[in-house]
């Protein structure tokens, strides 16, 4: 993957790197006992500092700001390319304690299975900065992530929360009903990173005993969570929304002209606090296509703020499927469909159609042996859901397109289904 990145790495001398794509890089350290060519090994950094040096760490030190960039964290690439969002140490010490008090993490010792990455703020802000703030014992299964090594390191290591992103809880519930273990020590969790089907969450809590479990709301560029339930609020609530609004933020949605909507009423979600990012690295006009003057964050989610003050998404604004005139989102069609007991997994979107503009596409992984079709699924839909809801195409796929950090890429979804559908674009 580095040599992707830095084609010109192999033929470097260790902190001189002069990569086209990446000007700025000059230094690469490694973890591995292997001295790979034009890198640092780890051990050897850490072994080659001495007392010397705390003169300078002292000077750098008096220097920093608490609210400077400590961080250029790379969004998911969900829609396109990755862009680097600057994160300063007060946004991310401040989000991780905040993740953990509505937890109520202090209350008792945690045994956290981090089942996410650690390149991605999920698990580097809400994981190990959240463990080491609560000194909680952080346990991680596998180098890459492995449902079962997850189902049987809860087991094994008698872990009480569990994080993950729907999929990866789709494929924890798989791995457990394939092979039942012992999840009475868990009681808690995490689900975040993508939308969170409500029939999801409820089997999480029942089947995995996490009774306690919670969905989280944030993205990268607000450090990240900004929306999180409350131990105490019911299931219900708990699997139909995405909490309440983070301490120390504001939170508005937004019509189409800027105006805040009244509650219950959908629009933009905006998001202003410490949390905000401080920009785009080197890419200011991206910047202030989200970051207004007056540091609200168009997070781009039409979503409803309820009279209760807790949030619900309906959907990314940019995914909105118009079939004919009707507006329809697909996180609410995926919801549908996920209560169908041979779905696993379900995709929706739009592809283009000469005659309604846009048609409804919804891709689908199956349970193990289902024998589910596009015929009974779509004669199961009727009745159930709006006519121009259901979708016109459904294809069976083992695998979907995801980000190193497993979200879903339904750009490269739909141009996957325009060409094998022979679709004219």
């Known amino acids: 993957m580095l040599c992707e990145l830095a084609p010109e790495l192999p033929n470097t001398t260790k902190g001189e790197l002069k990569s086209e794509q990446l000007p700025y890089l000059k230094n690469i ?11 640092h090994r780890f051990k ?48 991310l010490v401040n989000n991780a304690y905040g993740i953990g008090s509505r937890s109520e993490y202090a209350k008792q010792p945690h045994r956290i299975c981090l089942t996410v990455p650690l390149y991605h703020c999920f698990g580097c802000v809400a994981g190990t900065l959240n463990c080491a703030h609560y000194g909680a014992t952080c346990v991680m299964p596998s180098i890459g992530y492995d449902p079962d090594a997850s189902v049987q390191a809860i087991q094994d290591e008698r872990i009480t929360s569990c994080y993950g992103t729907p999929t990866m809880f789709v494929d924890i519930l798989n791995a457990q009903r394939t092979k039942p273990r012992d999840m009475s ?11 969170c089907p409500k029939e999801l969450v409820l089997a999480v809590m029942s089947e995995l005993n996490m009774k306690d479990f919670l969905v989280m709301y944030g993205m990268t560029e607000t450090s990240p969570v900004t929306f999180e339930c409350f131990i105490s609020d019911s299931p219900s609530v708990r699997s139909s929304t995405i909490g309440y609004p983070s301490d120390h933020i504001e939170v508005k949605i937004v ?13 933009e979600l905006l998001i202003r606090g410490y949390c905000n990012f401080l920009g785009y690295w080197d890419e200011p006009e991206k910047t202030k296509e989200v970051l207004q003057q007056d ?20 959907g990314r604004i940019k995914d909105m499927i118009i079939r004919g005139g009707e507006n329809l989102f697909p996180a609410e069609v995926e919801n549908f469909l996920m209560g169908h007991p041979e779905v696993l ?33 779509k004669k199961w839909c009727k009745g159930k859901i709006a006519h121009f809801k259901i979708p016109r195409y459904i294809m069976f796929k083992e695998e979907f397109p995801r980000t190193v950090t497993g979200k879903i890429q339904k750009f490269q979804m739909r141009k996957v289904t325009i060409e094998e559908l022979s679709l004219k674009s």
Not at 62 to 84: A, L, M, R, W, Y
Not at 295 to 314: E, H, K, M, N, S
């Open 29 to 39: 350290i490694v973890i591995s006992d292997n001295h790979n060519a034009g890198t």
């Open 44 to 91: 050897d950094v850490c072994e080659a500092g001495d007392s010397s040096h705390m003169k300078d760490v002292e000077e750098l030190s008096s220097k920093i700001q608490f609210d400077e960039t400590c961080n250029i964290q790379f969004t998911s690439g969900t829609t396109g390319v990755p862009k680097g969002t600057m994160l300063s140490h007060h946004m």
């Open 185 to 195: 020590s868990l009681s808690t969790g995490y689900m975040a990173g993508a939308p």
């Open 255 to 267: 019509d189409e002209e800027g105006r805040i909507t009244r509650a219950g009423e959908s629009g």
């Open 295 to 314: 540091r609200w964050f168009r997070t781009g989610d039409l979503a409803v703020i309820r009279p209760d003050g807790y949030g619900q998404i309906i």
């Open 345 to 377: 997994e379900a995709q929706v979107f739009g592809v283009p159609d000469q005659r309604l503009g846009e048609e409804v596409v919804a891709w689908i992984r199956k349970s193990d042996h289902s024998s589910l079709t596009e015929e009974t699924l």
